[in-house]
Nanobody, 122 residues
Framework: QVQLVESGGGLVQPGGSLRLSCAAS????????LGWYRQAPGKERELVAA???????NYADSVNGRFTISRDNAKNTVYLQMNSLKPEDTAVYFC????????????????WGQGTQVTVSS
């Protein structure tokens, strides 16, 4: 029905940058809120950043000022620009897309990406 493909993860040194992307495809009628979550070993999944249809954003305190979430509605894609990366940013990052389909245009569901590994180490 709806597929999310994440990319952009990898291994970087502390202080480096990465840009994650998440492209949604399928019978999408409308995309609502978008978000990025992460889960580190031994920890629970946490919200990293979120962006609404109107462009309002919200960030976890731990990444505020270093990460930037953005969206490209024409491409059905959400991005996460990560700068000044720290070892504690190491985690699997998941995108979350809330959208409706052509079959039920006014009913919204949450869809999740497969996850992409981000490792910050020297």
């Amino acid at each position: 029905q709806v597929q999310l493909v994440e990319s952009g993860g990898g291994l970087v040194q502390p202080g480096g940058s990465l840009r994650l992307s998440c492209a949604a495809s399928g019978s999408i009628f409308s995309i609502n809120d978008l978000g990025w979550y992460r889960q580190a070993p031994g920890k629970e999944r946490e919200l990293v950043a979120a962006i609404t249809t109107g462009g309002s954003t919200n960030y976890a305190d731990s990444v505020n000022g270093r990460f930037t979430i953005s969206r490209d509605n024409a491409k059905n894609t959400v991005y996460l620009q990560m700068n000044s990366l720290k070892p504690e940013d190491t985690a699997v990052y998941f995108c979350n897309v809330r959208c409706s389909t052509y079959r039920l245009p006014h009913i919204f569901y949450d869809y999740w990406g497969q996850g992409t590994q981000v490792t910050v180490s020297s």
